[in-house]
């Protein structure tokens, strides 16, 4: 989707059109991350109901990563080239099949409800940046962070949910419930959507590069899939080969995509890194995400393997801060339009640190109520963090790049989570091994692993206070470069921008 480039007026307000756009993809949107969330907690059912293994369970994670590693650096390119609701419609179509599938899955076929999870991630790559690049494109840089502070409300209510509701499910339900129960409502939410949605922009002509897309999905997927492999005993493939050879392709893919600037169409357009204050926000967005994905992972398993808790009670425990989270992005949005970034961002980096670092004292006998505090500052701090670097990050390149922005965003999301993932599993794992050998009991060692897994998510939290302080206040409105030719990247004016509110 091409979009107007032109100034809008330092006071204009989103309008009621735009806003009802935005609603209906922020509706898909929470349903679609909802599903990502709700399998946490049916591992354990699905491994009886198979009768499979660890390792195999593992795949319902792992190829949904991997799907999302490889599908979002196409939607960049992809985004440009149909209207919103060419891909919409397309997304929510994906997106229900699966479902479809995995609720129809035989049970003497495991490997069919994997695909049923590709096919659904398939559709959720396209939601998270057909909404960023639509939010861009039709709201005003003075009421961005407003709109962003709605739509962070929604998605981060949705994974704060997912625990929640599968325990809710699994504890008088089968697990075919959980995609039973989604269909219908992301049904009706295409349907309604497709029949309010209107258009933004125009398509824009343009060819694929093959050698990009596998370039891509070599180089991404295998980074994932490698990272996912790390400290599990049943790895096919050592995970550092299959990381360094990822490293290798993407550094091939990236060398393509600069070549393609210089008159092609590259599939993900890099001059997106040209935007100081968008790599900054980058790189901060990676550090918080791998701390706030190796939380999300850790927590549970505390909780239910250290402390015996059932998947219903983990969820709940959890659900406050996610929903701590979720309703302050409103406020934190208009705190942003009136006051600018630094006075959210660096308290917010500052209470993630905090709360990682408690989260490194837990033990077999630490009152629920500090795990309860220590959980919702950590989701506060993201919540004063997110909102802010999303805004100013995306709002820091030109209009032509929003959608390559926001698809590169999404992408390095899934490399950080797993790679959070991988690191807290494989510092769990040997730091337990290292206590067992010393003598500690099972769930002494264990509950070890855990301090150590924290604090390395707190030592790279340090990494986000860092960050805070580079980022500016605030994105001053700037007039276009007359003479510029359309698609054209402009100097970095996020390098001469104000930092004063």
Request: neutral net charge; charged residues 10%.
């Amino acid at each position: 989707m091409s979009h107007d480039t032109s100034a809008t007026p330092g006071g204009a307000k989103t309008s009621s059109g735009d806003i009802a756009v935005l609603r209906w993809l922020v509706a898909a949107t929470f349903i679609v991350i909802l599903n990502e969330t709700i399998m946490i907690n049916a591992i354990p059912d699905l491994k009886d109901h198979f009768n499979v293994g660890n390792g195999a369970a593992q795949w319902l994670t792992t190829a949904f990563m991997l799907t999302m590693a490889v599908v979002i650096p196409v939607t960049g390119f992809f985004l440009q080239r149909v209207t919103t609701r060419q891909a919409f419609a397309l997304a929510m179509i994906v997106f229900c099949t699966g479902t479809l599938l995995a609720a129809a899955t035989p049970a003497s076929m495991f490997w069919l409800l994997i695909v049923a999870r590709v096919i659904q991630a398939a559709g959720t790559a396209v939601m998270m940046p057909l909404l960023m690049t639509t939010l861009m494109s039709v709201v005003p840089e003075n009421d961005r962070g407003r709109v962003m502070g709605n739509v962070t409300l929604a998605m981060s209510v949705a994974p704060a949910l997912g625990p929640a509701v599968s325990g809710l499910i699994l504890s008088s339900l089968s697990w075919r419930w959980m995609f039973i129960l989604v269909l219908p409502v992301a049904a009706m939410i295409a349907s309604a959507g497709l029949s309010r949605l209107k258009n933004v922009g125009e398509p824009t002509a343009g060819s694929i590069d093959v050698v990009s897309v596998i370039a891509s999905a070599l180089g991404f997927g295998g980074l994932v899939y490698g990272l996912s492999l790390i400290g599990r005993d049943d790895a096919p493939v050592p995970p550092y080969v299959l990381v360094g050879g990822a490293a290798v392709v993407l550094a091939l893919f990236v060398w393509r995509q600069i070549r393609l600037q210089d008159g092609g169409s590259p599939l993900l357009d890099l001059r997106t890194l040209n935007h100081r204050t968008y790599t900054l926000s980058l790189v901060l967005m990676a550090l918080a995400f791998m701390g706030f994905l190796g939380s999300m992972l850790l927590v549970p398993l505390y909780l239910q393997d250290v402390r015996g808790l059932t998947p219903l009670k983990t969820g709940l425990l959890m659900m406050p801060g996610g929903l701590a989270m979720g309703l302050l992005g409103p406020r934190v949005g208009k705190a942003f339009d009136n006051f600018g970034g630094r006075m959210l961002i660096i308290p917010g980096s500052i209470g993630i640190s905090i709360a990682l670092g408690l989260f490194t004292q837990i033990d077999l006998n630490t009152p629920y109520v500090l795990i309860l505090g220590a959980h919702i500052l950590l989701m506060v701090g993201l919540a004063l963090v997110f909102t802010p670097v999303f805004t100013l990050g995306l709002g820091a390149v030109p209009p032509q790049l929003y959608s390559h922005a926001s698809s590169l965003l999404g992408t390095l999301q899934q490399v950080a989570g797993a790679m959070g993932a991988a690191l807290s599993v494989a510092v769990l794992t040997a730091r337990q091994d290292s206590l067992s050998n010393d003598g500690f009991s099972g769930l002494a060692a264990y509950n070890g692993g855990m301090q150590w897994a924290f604090g390395l998510s707190a030592f790279l939290s340090l990494g986000v206070i860092v960050l805070a302080t580079l980022l500016p206040n605030r994105l001053p409105v700037t007039a276009p470069v007359h003479g510029q030719p359309e698609g054209a990247v402009g100097p970095d004016l996020s390098e001469t921008r104000s930092t004063s509110s």
